[in-house]
């Protein structure tokens, strides 16, 4: 019945919908999932291996172009003193949430979502593993711009590439699903 009722929606109000739905679930999630020690601990390593994952890289390719550098855990440390601790904020978590939300909502096959989610986090990763690379680079070579690069430039930059991603995402996918029907493709 809900089915009926929903496929006669237009796309927006679909989307709206749907970004409605996950915003629940997330909250239902972060307030009262979290609190659960299992589902913690569980998202408190997917964090951390996470974590790890971009501190091991940025210093394997720095290590690859002659810069010497350790990781202790979440922090990334070279031979010149420029040292980088990687905080939630710094793995992008948010923005790996807020892209995932975005392509869940929009009303398109199951099967495309999912793999342009995988496809999408991965390369939000690597953009990710560049910003922080380049930020130890500016820490050793110009450590008077640090603050504005991580403030303004490099945040914002990534947040453009994931904009770009979704751009992407609905221009290639949006009006070639079988979830719309012909009128709907009709009107748009």
């Not at 350790?70 to 990687?86: A, E, Q, R």
């Not at 996918?173 to 009128?183: A, G, I, K, N, P």
Request: glycine content about 6%; hydrophobic content about 50%.
């Amino acid at each position: 019945m809900f089915h009926k009722f929903y496929s006669s929606w237009s796309p927006l109000a679909k989307v709206v919908f749907n970004l409605a739905t996950a915003a629940v679930v997330g909250f239902l999630f972060f307030v009262l999932l979290k609190k659960n020690y299992y589902v913690f601990a569980l998202y408190e390593e997917g964090v951390y291996l996470l974590t790890s994952f971009i501190a091991n890289s940025v210093k394997i390719f720095l290590n690859i172009i002659g810069h010497q550098c350790l990781t202790f855990g979440k922090i990334i440390s070279d031979t010149d003193g420029v040292s980088l601790i990687l905080d939630r904020g710094c793995v992008g978590r948010n923005v790996l949430l807020v892209f995932s939300a975005f392509i869940i909502a929009t009303p398109t096959e199951v099967k495309r979502k999912i793999i342009y989610t995988i496809a999408g986090l991965g390369v939000i990763i690597i953009l990710n593993i560049i910003r922080i690379i380049l930020l130890m680079l500016v820490g050793q070579y110009y450590p008077d711009y640090f603050h504005f690069t991580h403030e303004y430039l490099f945040k914002y930059t990534l947040y453009a590439g994931v904009f770009l991603l979704w751009v992407f995402w609905v221009r290639k996918f949006r009006f070639s699903s079988s979830s719309f029907s012909r009128q709907e493709k009709e009107h748009c």
